[in-house]
């Protein structure tokens, strides 16, 4: 198992390395990627499902929407989500808030995270 914290760690240095990965994103192409977080996340404010609304969402901080449910781990994570943050939570969602209750294994591919999060960029405004 240690060798599998240390590939992601490396992959990690290696993304952060690689700068604001969200540079480039077609958000036409995310649209559709949003069919993976359809089924729990609405982006209409105040629309709270399996998971809390995504309204907003930029420069907010983390576990902040007040009627939901949050698991400890994502209220204390102390994260604020941005293009950066995002990305790396949703590379690998328990390596990045272990513990919460996202049920969401992650999403592996770079360029498919990066057209997500430009349309969210704007979607979520
Ligand atoms: C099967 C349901 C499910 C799917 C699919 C899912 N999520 Fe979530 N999401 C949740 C739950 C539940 C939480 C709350 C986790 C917690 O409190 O630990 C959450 C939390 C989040 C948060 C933190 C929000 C906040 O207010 O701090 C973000 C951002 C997020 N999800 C984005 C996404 C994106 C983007 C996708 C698609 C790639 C996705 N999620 C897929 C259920 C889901």
């Known amino acids: 198992m240690i060798w599998v914290a240390r590939a992601t760690l490396a992959l990690l240095v290696t993304l952060s390395i690689a700068g604001p990965a969200h540079a480039g994103g077609d958000a036409a192409r995310g649209e559709a990627k949003f069919g993976d977080c359809a089924a729990c996340h609405k982006l209409e404010a105040g ?32 994260i604020v989500w941005t293009a950066e943050t995002l990305d790396s939570y949703l590379a690998d969602p328990q390596s990045l808030v272990p513990g919460n209750r996202m049920p969401y294994a992650g999403m592996d591919n770079a360029a498919d995270r990066a057209d997500l999060i430009a349309y969210l960029l704007t979607a979520t405004k």
């Not at 309204?55 to 400890?72: C, M, V």
């Open 47 to 78: 629309a709270n499902d399996v998971g809390p609304s995504l309204h907003g969402l930029f420069t907010r901080k983390a576990g902040e929407i007040a009627d939901f449910r949050y698991s400890p781990a994502m209220k204390r994570s102390g």
